[in-house]
């Protein structure tokens, strides 16, 4: 959960094929074939409404406040990502695209030499393996990457990596292989990191703010094609740039952390007025049907 990384929101199993997740605002998910595929297991059920009645102006007062907090903590995000944009934009117009755009092809050649176009595409599932969150910036890379072959890039952001990175996951659909693309929590359209499980290889991004601390078959540090001279006399810009974005990142992640201690105290009103035996039995009969399934 990302504004409690301590806080599980969602389990896959996939030998089969089943999920078990939080379906609750701000992740509401509707099944899409309740009762012949999917189920709702309502926890409601088992709340004595007395009780919460009795607190019912605490309660709304509380979670409005949280909205607020969350509120202004994404536009701290938003205002954190335009900075980042500009600290992107200048760095990239002091990149040298085509030596980028050969570390994409020597990728490519060793992982697919010899291996044919598909007539059948692989298939892509879009992730993230990292977040925003009341406890700062969190990852779990390591997980991902264990026993892989990893081709490790390098690269401050404007570099071009995730276009690297394109590159591989249209080569490997276009083999037939199906991958994992990871994308980053800031600007979820900007691809980080890539596993194709079938070749048992990770390619993966590293930076300031994430990277992956394993042994990497590959490692290229695309900084290096950089015109130092250029980024000089950006100096100024990019020193107040990384200044400004830590600052709002920062204060976004305060807010949230102040959002999370009044969930917290809103959860006071809610757990004496649970019935956890009844939840524990409820527990137990939809692990029953899983394992059945």
């Given at each position: ?237 990019l020193d107040h ?17 102040r959002a999370r ?33």
């Amino acid at each position: 959960c990302s504004s409690d990384s301590d806080s599980l929101d969602g389990v896959v199993i996939p030998a089969i094929k089943t999920a078990v997740m939080d379906g609750t605002a701000p992740h509401v998910i509707d099944p899409r074939a309740p009762g012949a595929v999917d189920e709702i297991i309502n926890l409601g059920d088992f709340w004595d409404e007395e009780k919460l009645k009795a607190h019912r102006e605490e309660i709304l007062s509380l979670n409005e406040e949280k909205k607020r907090l969350f509120s202004s903590a994404y536009r701290y995000i938003r205002a954190a990502f335009s900075v980042y944009g500009d600290t992107t934009d200048i760095i990239g117009r002091a990149m040298d695209r085509q030596k980028a755009a050969a570390v994409s092809a020597r990728i490519v050649d060793d992982l697919f030499k010899g291996s044919p176009f598909s007539k059948d595409a692989g298939r892509e599932t879009r992730l993230f393996a990292s977040a925003i969150t009341s406890q700062g910036l969190k990852n779990h890379l390591p997980t991902l990457f264990d026993d892989q072959k990893v081709y490790m890039l390098k690269g401050k952001q404007g570099t071009g990596t995730e276009k690297v990175l394109e590159r591989v996951k249209q080569a490997a659909l276009e083999r037939g292989y199906d991958v994992e693309a990871y994308y980053c929590g800031l600007n979820p359209h900007k691809l980080e990191h890539l596993a194709i499980p079938a070749l048992e290889t990770a390619v993966t991004t590293g930076n300031s703010y994430h990277g992956f601390s394993g042994d990497a078959y590959f490692c290229e540090d695309l900084d290096r094609f950089l015109d130092q001279e250029l980024l000089k006399s950006y100096k100024d810009d990019l020193d107040h740039n990384e200044a400004a974005f830590e600052s709002l990142l920062n204060r976004a992640v305060e807010l949230m952390g102040r959002a999370r201690e009044i969930h917290s105290t809103i959860e006071g009103y809610y757990v004496p007025s649970i019935d956890f035996e009844a939840v524990n039995r409820c527990r137990e009969a939809a692990l029953a049907k899983i394992l059945e399934a």
